[in-house]
């Protein structure tokens, strides 16, 4: 009769099996919950760091290769994935926690029109739709175009406790400064105005749990970033550009600004990269290429990666039906959904750097039967 796994050999076979991105093995960092063994067959549960993790599939292969080869005995393998998202302590003097909110990620540009608005949108219902809980602010103030691009036409109520209930759409929680605006009436507010208006957005609205706020910024460096960065512990920024040098020197500046105020910019997204024609496939470079891959570079930022021209996009924002949500397996889809996968990623990373090492209770990881 063949030998059966044991519980040692198991452990040790799966403590040799590293977080791609925490360059740590899955058993110190508390990810292996619990390892069932029934004869040949091992299966394992593993708890990542955020349910959009990019690197599930290299993961699983290290863990089926790491213990058929390693562990004698072993004839199947089985894995099953769960989810905490971390969050990390940000001790910045200053700094308001929003309550039940693990992470904030602003989403700035340098300059308008760059498609910051598509991507905030996009990107947060390709969080959701990985599981994860998520939340959106609009606090683009001059030109609040979520409401448009998500189909919202109603006003925020108010709890018993006087707090703002956001507006719910596409399994998101959205409030925006365009749903309590008249049409057409123009935000003519300065800087005090803004930072008041920006702190009630943030903690007079009953956010209830995220795992993620996405926080739609204005373009430029003005009193509202500045507001913003100052008031939140952010867990970081995300700078979006399209290839063009004028965006580039825009966003540099914005990095810059980032960088003076001590909070991490997670990465850099190249938006309107090419256009791929529809009926020949081929690709024109409307406004250039590898500006924004460059940038990152630069700037010793990770590159969260390209989105080509697509009419999909700009149609479906304008009919209150983001591509994420009308077309989640599309191409684009699966641009959009890689770009929110790689945020994830380095949100978690900055959040192992934030507190040192693991935050996921260290669990009880082996029940063995059979």
């Known amino acids: 009769m063949p030998e059966s796994p044991t519980i040692a050999a198991v452990e040790q076979a799966l403590a040799t099996v590293m977080e791609p991105e925490l360059h740590r093995d899955i058993v110190s960092l508390h990810m292996v919950r619990d390892v069932h063994v029934e004869g040949g067959a091992v299966s394992v549960r593993v708890v990542l760091t955020t349910p959009a993790c990019p690197l599930t599939e290299r993961i699983e292969s290290d863990i089926r290769s790491a213990l058929m080869e390693r562990v004698p005995g072993v004839e199947s393998v089985t894995v099953a994935w769960d989810s905490n998202v971390t969050s990390g302590a940000r001790g910045l003097p200053g700094r308001q926690e929003i309550p039940g909110v693990k992470n904030t990620v602003a989403v700035s540009a340098g300059k308008g029109g760059v498609g910051k608005t598509t991507v905030s949108v996009n990107v947060a219902i390709a969080l959701a739709q990985a599981g994860a809980r998520v939340g959106l602010l609009d606090a683009d103030i001059y030109g609040p175009n979520v409401p448009i691009m998500m189909g919202l036409r109603d006003q925020p109520q108010a709890t018993e406790s006087g707090k703002m209930l956001p507006l719910s759409a596409f399994g998101i929680e959205v409030i925006s400064f365009g749903t309590i605006l008249k049409p057409g009436q123009p935000v003519m507010w300065r800087g005090p105005m803004l930072a008041k208006a920006m702190r009630e957005f943030l903690y007079e609205v009953e956010w209830g749990p995220l795992d993620y706020l996405v926080i739609d910024l204005p373009p430029g460096t003005g009193d509202v970033q500045i507001s913003l960065a100052q008031s939140v512990p952010l867990t970081g920024a995300v700078i979006v550009t399209t290839p063009q040098d004028v965006s580039i020197a825009d966003v540099s500046r914005g990095i810059q600004m980032f960088t003076q105020l001590r909070l991490p910019v997670l990465g ?4 309107m990269s090419g256009f791929i024609c529809p009926h020949c496939g081929e690709r024109t470079d409307v406004f250039g290429s590898g500006g924004g891959r460059e940038l990152a570079e630069r700037n010793g930022l990770r590159f969260l990666g390209e989105i080509p ?20 397996a599309s191409p684009m889809g699966k641009v959009f959904r890689g770009v929110a996968e790689q945020i994830a990623a380095e949100i978690s990373k900055e959040n192992y750097a934030a507190t040192g090492g693991p935050q996921m209770p260290s669990a009880p990881r082996i029940a063995i039967r059979g």
């Open 268 to 271: 850099v997204v190249e938006n």
């Open 309 to 328: 021209l697509d009419a999909g996009v700009r149609v479906g924002g304008g009919d209150g039906q983001p591509l994420m949500a009308a077309a989640p």
